[in-house]
Each structure stands twice: as C-alpha cells, then as structure tokens.
C-alpha cells in the first residue's frame, strides 16, 4: 500500500537555523509530491509542489525541496528559519492514477525567537 | 485562480440535531472534490471522494449513513453530518480538483469548518 512517512513529528529551532524536514513515499511509479503548511488557527496552504522536471522545487516563502527518485524521498528545506515559521508542516504524495492524497502524519516546528 | 470556499466557518449545535456543511468551489469546475477530517495536532483523515452526479466513495471505517455526502453540482458539495455526537465534533476540510488545470491532481483546499457538538 501507498504510504509517506515524515520523520521528524517534533522540531524545535532558534531563528537563522537551517531547516531540513525529511519525507519518504512508498511507491515505485510516476508521483506528484506536495509540501503543505498549516500556520496556528489558519487553513492548509500549499508551500510547494513536484510533478516533473527540475527536482529541485522552489516554493513560497523561501523554502524549497528536492525529489529524489532513487530514495524515494521529498525533503523540506529552507537555509534560515524565522519566528513567523512555526507552524504544522504535512507531506502529501498523488501516485499514479489514484486521485488520492496520501498524506504524512506531519511534523509540528517551532521556532524560537 | 482555483478558490474553494466552505459554509460555515464554524458551527456549534446539539447532540441529535444535524449539520450541513458546504464546499464551493469559486472560478473553476470540480468533478472531484474530497472531504477531509482533522483531528487536533493531527494530520488529514481522507473521509471520502466526491463524484459529481455519482455516490461519493467512502474510506474505510467512515459511516456512509452518518456522513452524507452530496455532489450534486460541478461547484458544489455538501457534507451533512447526521443526529451529530460530541465525539463528532473535529475540524471538517473540503478539497477540490481542477480537471482543466495543467497540474490537474493538485488538490485545493477550503478554510475548513470547525463543528462543535454539545
């Protein structure tokens, strides 16, 4: 069966930190992978999203991932973190014809000021 | 482009009584549309696909006869939860897709509806 896995459920940072947030799919076909957030009390919000080309994927707010087939993974970064980026951050993959999103249990970050 | 509103925001009603929500989808046309539920600190539970002019498919474990789903129009789909419980109340998140858009598996999400049940 399909499934993401994020690892990291809890992330505490100071500002100017790096951040790297990993994700993990399971499936061996053609995938499209979504990074959401979901900011305290806000609604899901689309960071950034892969579905060909560059793996290298740049998105809004500074952050970006890259895909990479051969480890099946799809990891967050962004170089330095701010105050304003707490928030929930969830994985999601699309594989195949299945219109369905798998989603990750997401992982909570908090960032100190 | 490709805005999906839900009605209400947020709802508080009765143990027993039944509440509908609603998902929008603004300047696109959804054939598909999805209906989430979120738990506190808590990832997306996919409750079912809505089909336009079909019978939504439900996951498994989600009650068809609790939870009525109706796709009724290409822009709009109701979710009715029915003689609603206190362990039903939880955040309730809409999705819809755009058939026209390049990225057409994209998912584009609702403000969500959070559901209070006394």
């Known amino acids: 069966a399909q499934s993401v896995s994020q690892h990291n459920h809890h992330v505490i940072l100071s500002e100017a930190a790096s951040l790297e947030l990993g994700c993990n799919y399971s499936y061996g076909g053609t995938v499209n992978l979504f990074w959401y957030v979901q900011y305290p009390g806000q609604h899901l919000q689309l960071l950034l999203k892969y579905f060909s080309g560059d793996p290298l994927v740049k998105g809004i707010k500074g952050f970006e991932a890259e895909f990479i087939k051969s480890k099946f993974s799809f990891n967050l970064r962004k170089p330095s973190v701010q105050w304003s980026d707490t928030a929930e951050y969830f994985c999601?993959?699309?594989?195949?014809?299945?219109?369905?999103?798998?989603w990750g249990l997401g992982t909570s970050l908090a960032v100190n000021p | 482009g490709a805005v999906v509103s839900q009605h209400p925001s947020w709802v508080i009603c009765k143990s027993g009584t039944s509440v509908k929500i609603e998902c929008r989808s603004l300047d696109f046309q959804a054939t598909t549309m999805f209906w989430y539920r979120q738990f506190p600190k808590q990832s997306l539970m996919l409750m079912a696909t809505s089909n336009e002019g079909s019978k939504a498919t439900y996951e498994q474990g989600v009650e068809k006869d609790k939870f009525l789903i109706n796709h009724a129009s290409l822009t709009l789909s109701t979710l009715t939860v029915t003689s609603a419980h206190p362990e039903d109340s939880s955040f309730y998140i809409c999705?819809?897709?755009?058939?026209?858009?390049?990225?057409?598996?994209?998912?584009?999400f609702g403000p969500g509806t959070r559901l209070t049940v006394l």
């Open positions: 999601a993959v699309n594989a195949g014809n299945n219109r369905k999103l798998i």
């Open positions: 999705s819809a897709r755009d058939p026209t858009a390049v990225s057409y598996n994209e998912q584009f």
